[in-house]
């Protein structure tokens, strides 16, 4: 079994701000920095870091080759990685003194990832592999149609949200990862059960994983429900804390974990993203992860 996962690669250029900008207002930022990410190199850096092969797919132009070798670095295959002439994709965000964040996107070369791109890519994988999804590349649904007729194991993290994924079917996905937001976006509920109830009635097959923020992360499929409280933390930089919860997530479904055990894994990663800043850099190696899970177990 191979993971493979076919993500947005960005440049993060950080800035900290007392508040987020206000509509018609300008303000000063307290701090700039730029940092490695996109949702597609975060969650294939926390997958590898947790322990797991992954193979990423995707485009870069000339100023992102710092990311390919992040990536490698980080124990990313990058076989699949390519380079053009483009500007690499990239996001403006803004961090609260809360640390709350707001992110702007530009998707450069992201959106260059054409049909016959992606049939060569998927061409070395099959039945059974897991592909990984986000909403930040070119041909999103030809990759979700294309992958779930190979017979690949998808797990989609609907973000960005936007009106063409509201419409996009959803019936291939395996584990389909969002939070509060996106799940209102998609099926008009606020709460939490109500969301995966409607999930659920429109995709009886589908395994979802909400996540609620400080209120934890639920699973929900026909067969099982489980909830994992959030583990209490100061909040520094929530940016990657999803792409983190995501990526150990699926280290832990590789290791044939428990899904308690797998949503333990995966928002003990998470809290310590959150106490430090940046996105990719912030997430951090399975045996720091493994040491504070023996620690919380035994209530230290």
Known sequence: MKILNFGSLNIDKVYKVKHFVRPGETIFSKEYQCFPGGKGLNQSIAAARAGVPIYHAGTIGPDGRFLAELLKESGVDTRYLRENGSITGHALIQVSEEGENCIILFNGSNYENGREFINQVLEDFGEGDILVLQNEISNLPYLLEKGAAMGMRILFNPSPMNESLKKTDLSGVTWLMLNETEGNDITGASDPDRITEILLEKYPQMKVIL??????????????????????????????????????????????????????????????????????????????????????????
């Open 211 to 300: 996540t609620l923020g400080r209120k934890g992360a639920v699973y929900k499929s026909a067969e099982e429900c489980v909830y994992q409280p959030c583990f209490p933390v100061n909040a520094v930089d929530t940016t990657a804390a999803g792409d983190t919860f995501t990526g150990y997530f699926i280290a832990a479904i590789v290791e044939g974990k428990t899904m308690q055990e797998a949503l333990r894994l995966a928002a003990c990663a998470s809290s310590i993203t959150v106490s430090r800043e940046g996105a990719a850099v912030s997430i951090p190696e399975r045996t720091l992860v493994d040491e504070r899970v023996r620690q919380l177990d035994k209530g230290n």
